[in-house]
């Protein structure tokens, strides 16, 4: 991503209303009709959209379907234990973005943030305003807020360590959130959380960008086949969203199912991807 977070933020709010215009509509709509009901020029929202997912609205609108899971399921479905069994973990290059984690000891997590420092700030991101936190070892949540609202948003993430100490300090994790919403740089993770959901979302850190899998493979992948309501909730308790990517995990069915900070977020977020995967040349391969 090229753009500045600011203009990111910007087209995503465009993005978000043509998703409602598209998802009321009977029919796919032209450019014309599209760019009128977002009171552009054409040539603006081309350009825009265009900017935004590197393909033409036309082309974009084939990735926001109702079958768009089901399609995604059908072409780009990340079996997770063939991820693992050619590098893709923790350590290594995840999802166009160089990610570090380390998790907190069960100890620590049940002190539930007694003794942690937590810097926040909010950022202009590729998906409207993001609540970002962080430790001393790296990021450790990031809300995006454009649907629940500012207020719940920080009310959600303070909540998971209710006894740590938070200081507003966004130029302390400037440095961090570009590399996470630009792909330029190292970004390191500090995971926060329950010994189950941190297997969940280490899980999740394997499928790459542009792919999903579903509930079921995810509760396989962490040795508990039959415990897919539980992998669920812990999808959904994910503090750190986009780089710990939840949002590709679905529904056996192809339904999207939930996301923490909105279904139209989740969206955008699989729209953004797929697309972004199409238009992009694969990368060789070294040996």
Excluded at 2 to 31: F, G
Excluded at 117 to 128: L, V
Aim: charged share 20%; hydrophobic share 40%; proline share 7%.
């Amino acid at each position: 991503m090229n753009a500045q977070p600011q203009e990111q933020s910007y087209h995503y709010h465009v993005m978000r209303r043509a998703l409602d215009e598209i998802d009321s509509a009977e029919t796919p709509l032209t450019l014309e009709d599209l760019s009128a009901r977002m009171g552009m020029s054409p040539a603006h929202f081309q350009r825009s959209f265009s900017q935004w997912v590197g393909v033409s609205p036309k082309r974009y609108q084939q990735y926001l379907q109702l079958d768009q899971a089901k399609r995604m399921l059908g072409d780009h479905m990340t079996t997770l234990q063939t991820a693992h069994s050619v590098g893709l973990s923790g350590s290594g290059r995840l999802h166009d973005l160089f990610v570090k984690w380390e998790a907190m000891s069960p100890g620590d997590y049940a002190r539930r943030g007694d003794g942690l420092d937590i810097a926040f700030g909010w950022f202009d991101s590729p998906f409207g305003p993001a609540l970002v936190m962080g430790t001393e070892k790296g990021l450790c949540g990031i809300a995006f807020a454009a649907e629940t609202g500012a207020d719940a948003a920080m009310e959600d993430l303070r909540a998971r360590w209710p006894k740590a100490h938070y200081t507003e300090n966004p130029a302390a994790l400037r440095p961090l959130v570009d590399a996470a919403f630009t792909g330029n740089g190292e970004t390191r993770l500090h995971m926060i959380g329950a010994p189950f959901q941190i297997k969940v979302w280490e899980a999740l850190l394997q499928i790459p960008s542009g792919q999903v899998t579903t509930y079921s493979e995810i509760a396989q992948a962490v040795g508990h086949p039959r415990a897919v309501r539980a992998v669920g909730t812990a999808v959904g308790r994910n503090p750190v969203s986009w780089l710990i990517p939840c949002h590709r995990a679905l529904r056996k069915s192809g339904a999207l199912g939930g996301y923490h900070w909105g279904l139209p977020v989740k969206r955008a977020l699989l729209a953004w991807e797929s697309a972004r995967r199409e238009a992009t040349p694969p990368r060789p391969q070294r040996g």
